[in-house]
């Protein structure tokens, strides 16, 4: 599987972004996907997850209400709405996807990875 997330910018706080993840090679619909980001000189950092069908989300308290995750299988995409950015959401995104049954807070429990999208939100 081969992903390509896009989206990201320079935005001031408060604003919005939408980052996308396409997937060519295979399809998505059989993987849990997922979102991180890593900030210069931190860790990864789990910030959401979504199961394969859609119906179960998950997502770092940092960012519950205000980052929406969601999926279109048909479209072989996963998004992330991204509303109400505050600068320490400034990182580099990353969309990955896991097969595994459990574990998707976890940057191990997953094994293909995009090649990440800048994020940078001015104060």
């Known amino acids: 599987v081969q992903l390509q997330a896009s989206g990201g910018g320079l935005v001031q706080a408060g604003d919005s972004l939408r980052l996308s993840c396409a997937a060519s090679?295979?399809?998505?619909?059989?993987?849990?996907m997922g979102w991180f980001r890593q900030a210069p000189g931190q860790e990864r950092e789990f910030v959401s997850a979504?199961?394969?069908?859609?119906?179960?989300?998950f997502d770092a308290d940092s960012v519950k209400g205000r980052f929406t995750i969601s999926r279109d299988n048909a479209k072989n995409t996963v998004y992330l709405q991204m509303n109400s950015l505050k600068p320490e959401d400034t990182a580099l995104y990353y969309c990955?996807?896991?097969?595994?049954?459990?574990?998707?807070?976890?940057?191990?429990?997953?094994?293909?990875w995009g090649q990440g999208t800048q994020v940078t939100v001015s104060s």
């Open positions: 990955a996807a896991s097969d595994a049954n459990y574990g998707w807070t976890n940057f191990r429990s997953y094994h293909y």
């Open positions: 090679g295979r399809t998505l619909s059989s993987y849990t």
């Open positions: 979504i199961t394969w069908s859609g119906q179960y989300t």
